[in-house]
């Protein structure tokens, strides 16, 4: 466009620069609390306060001070199908402890071991942490023959970094026997969640069965192992259709024995020479399954004992009494945790309550020993006043 003084104007847009609106954006974000820069654009779109310009987008990038102050752990999102083909392609374990209360045995750590394909479980009981090697020796010969170690094997297996797991011991055996060991990342259980999910499930079910029942605490590896029996027969694997006994068995199990955790039960007392009249039977408390019979773990009340036995009652129709915990705050440091042994525990003491007399009269060998013509005062008068 030409002017009067023979000048040519150039008519324009003022249109900023990218780097100017970036800083921009930046600016208005340190003025507003660093919020996220996503809100932030909300807040621009639908105009909700005034004095906002409008403002561009943040190029992508990391902001260093707010990475400091906001930043999380990644999420590790849910696993929808099955990571492994067949059981013992990878076993997951973990140590549950230290306890804060000893099992009967003196255990205090909890020893968990998950099959990856099937979700099968199997809970051990130790008093340190370096027996955990030795464990896990014994759950690989036992679960390989009971798999048939000549078709399948252990392939992997995946933990932490303890140091029950981590050592020279577990290597050079893994390495012997041809068994990858993977470890989760430092402070990152998700990685090793399958395992974790388990402790929880496990510890939610056997703090329900001992608060609900009122049993003492130093029951709990019972209570555990009861649970982790339970729960291998009953839940099914996420993923499938089928209960983790199914995946590793091959075949249904029935359920109709069981019974509630806590339940008054009558033993057969046939270890005693009993007389004709004499009581057949003895009053306990149902504690578990037995793993290695047919037969219901149970104490005796009367004899103070944890025993495996067969011929036992249980009655859990009925409303459960909240006295087991003084029946059984007294016992011995016997191991018991898979309640495969019967053992001792000590009696505890009683005192017989004195019976109480209301009646006046003076006791009977008061009225032999001495003749009424001696006794001063009346006798239904009660007790004579010496001043």
């Known amino acids: 466009m030409r002017s009067s003084d023979n000048c040519y104007c150039l008519e324009a847009r003022i249109v900023s620069n990218n780097v100017s609106k970036e800083e921009q954006v930046e600016l208005w974000h340190e003025r507003l609390s660093h919020m996220n820069f996503r809100d932030l654009q909300i807040l621009n779109k639908f105009n909700v306060v005034r004095g906002l310009p409008k403002l561009g987008k943040k190029a992508n990038g990391v902001y260093g001070p707010c990475q400091q102050g906001k930043q999380t752990k990644s999420m590790h999102k849910k696993g929808k199908y099955l990571s492994t083909k067949e059981p013992l ?8 402890g230290p306890m804060q209360t000893e099992s009967l045995g003196g255990k205090r750590y909890i020893f968990v071991c998950v ?3 099937s979700g099968f479980t199997w809970t051990y009981f130790l008093r340190e942490k370096s027996e955990t090697f030795d464990k896990f020796k014994m759950i690989c010969n036992k679960i390989q023959n009971e798999m048939n170690s000549n078709i399948k094997s252990i392939k992997r297996i995946r933990s932490d970094h303890g140091r029950e797991f981590e050592n020279i011991s577990f290597g050079t055996y893994c390495d012997s026997v ?12 998700q990685q090793n969640r399958v395992v974790e999910r388990k402790n929880r499930v496990l510890q939610e079910m056997a703090r329900v069965m001992l608060l609900s029942n009122n049993v003492p605490r130093n029951l709990y590896a019972e209570v555990v192992n009861t649970a982790c029996y339970i729960g291998k027969i009953v839940f099914l694997r996420p993923g499938t259709r089928q209960t983790s006994y199914k995946l590793w068995r091959g075949r249904k199990r029935n359920v109709s024995y069981f019974y509630t955790f806590g339940s008054k039960c009558y033993i057969l007392n046939d270890r005693d020479q009993l007389g004709k009249f004499d009581a057949k039977s003895d009053e306990g408390i149902f504690i578990g399954y037995a793993l290695n019979s047919r037969a219901y773990g149970v104490f005796n009340l009367k004899t103070q004992t944890i025993m495996e036995l067969s011929n036992v009652v249980v009655d859990d129709t009925r409303l459960k009494s909240n ?3 003084e029946e059984i705050s007294i016992v011995d440091d016997s191991p018991l945790e898979n309640v495969v042994e019967t053992l001792n525990v000590k009696e505890t003491q009683t005192i017989d309550r004195v019976p109480l007399l209301n009646s006046k009269e003076p006791v009977p060998w008061v009225r032999k020993l001495h003749d009424k013509e001696d006794i001063i005062g009346e006798v239904n008068e009660g007790g004579l006043d010496v001043k």
């Open 89 to 96: 392609e990878l076993l997951h374990m973990d140590l549950m």
């Open 115 to 117: 099959d990856d394909f």
């Open 178 to 189: 041809g068994i990858s060991h993977e470890f989760s990342a430092p402070r990152t259980p």
């Open 323 to 325: 006295n087991h915990e």
